[in-house]
């Protein structure tokens, strides 16, 4: 038996990069799969087709964490087409690198958006939206215990997250428990965009593996917490970075 047979799973984000990988895992473990995106309609298709494929069950959901009105839509839609949510994987997410003087207040207002008020967004529905029982899983990073730079920004709306998270893991219930993620320096595209080989090699070698994560690594981690093996880990967060932090 599947570890999470009859399990309904809502991951954000997740027609590409980390989200995607989590999603195909999950439904080879049985969990029937929303996979939501906010403008990548094309490749969350792709994602539901590939996991269609392999013999799971998934659908793609339009909207923007950011938009507390498309996150109520999506709840919704997701209730509607399965009956229930069970798991909600919390893994959209924006990063611009850049030293703190040079970003611009657009640039900090769309990280927090979409990385805090995000999150925000769909705990608040989950709160009476999530079956009974269920768990959360936020993406969190390990940026915020280095002192990296360029990465202020993004590392502050990843410590809201997590300080978030321990807070709401008291408040929410019914059961539900409720964890964030901090992965190290994973090959995405987010992450790599920008960056030279040079930087990549000297991210590969603060782990212990001497190597960046790759997104199955991570994905790994998300089938465990989303798992009931993990449910007396409740308020925690998980770094997922091979001994770099």
């Known amino acids: 038996m599947n570890s999470l ?21 999950l439904a080879k473990n049985g969990a029937k799969i929303i996979v939501n995106h906010s403008n990548s309609t094309q490749e969350a298709e792709t994602t539901v087709n590939e996991i269609k494929q392999n013999g799971g069950e998934a659908i793609a959901i339009k909207a923007d964490v950011s938009d507390k009105n498309q996150v109520t839509q999506l709840f919704d839609k997701a209730i509607m087409k399965f009956g229930k949510i069970d798991v909600l994987v919390n893994n959209a997410g924006t990063m611009i690198s850049k030293k703190l003087k040079d970003n611009t207040q657009e640039d900090f207002t769309k990280q927090f958006e979409v990385n805090v ?3 925000f967004n769909t705990l608040q529905e989950a709160d009476s939206k999530l079956a ?5 899983i936020n993406f969190s990073s390990s940026t915020t215990k280095l002192m990296l730079p360029t990465y202020a920004i993004y590392s502050a709306t990843k410590a809201a ?21 901090a992965p190290g320096a994973t090959e995405t595209e987010l992450f ?23 997104p199955i690594d991570i994905a790994k981690v998300v089938l465990f917490l989303a798992s009931d093996d993990s449910k007396w880990i409740s308020g925690q967060v998980i770094g997922a970075n091979g001994a770099l932090v």
């Open 117 to 119: 008020r995000g999150v």
């Open 192 to 214: 790599l965009n920008g960056k030279s080989q040079e930087q990549i090699d000297k991210l590969s070698s603060m782990n212990a593996f001497n190597r960046l994560a790759k």
């Open 161 to 181: 997250v997590e300080q978030i998270t321990r807070v709401f893991s008291k408040e929410i219930g019914r059961g539900i428990s409720v964890n964030a993620i």
């Open 132 to 136: 009974d029982n269920g768990i959360i």
């Open 5 to 25: 047979d009859n399990k309904v799973i809502l991951v954000t984000g997740s027609s590409k990069g980390i989200g995607k990988e989590v999603a195909i895992l």
